[in-house]
Nanobody
Framework: QVYLVESGGGSVHPGGSLQLSCRVS????????IGWFHQTPGKERDLVAC????????YYGDSVKGRFAISRDDAKNTVYLQMNSLKLEDTGVYHC??????????????WGQGTQVAVSP
């Protein structure tokens, strides 16, 4: 069985920071593409960051470039999303995903239950 468990969400003021964690069991994070999706009610899910298996190359959505950073700890089988300079529009549920690919984060295979981020004045 493959499980993805997110943690680290919470409530912050604009400009604040959070670090989300995605602990994976059942597969090794170093072998697959791991992504973070942002979901808000009434909107489609939005891929905000992806880290590939090969060379740990990364992708960021335009709305988070320069503010968010995705990283991986193979020993802990965990992927992190460091979120800085948070904005009101970053509010939502963040899901970690694992795809059976090396480079592409499509959210097509495994999802975690999500962790809530609330940015408010």
């Amino acid at each position: 069985q493959v499980y993805l468990v997110e943690s680290g969400g919470g409530s912050v003021h604009p400009g604040g920071s959070l670090q989300l964690s995605c602990r994976v069991s059942g597969l090794s994070v170093k072998d697959y593409a791991i992504g973070w999706f942002h979901q808000t009610p009434g909107k489609e899910r939005d891929l905000v960051a992806c880290i590939s298996s090969e060379e740990e190359s990364t992708y960021y959505g335009d709305s988070v470039k320069g503010r968010f950073a995705i990283s991986r700890d193979d020993a802990k089988n965990t992927v992190y999303l460091q979120m800085n300079s948070l904005k009101l529009e970053d509010t939502g549920v963040y899901h970690c995903t694992l795809d059976y690919t090396v480079y592409f984060c499509g959210g097509n295979d495994y999802w975690g239950q999500g962790t809530q981020v609330a940015v408010s004045p």
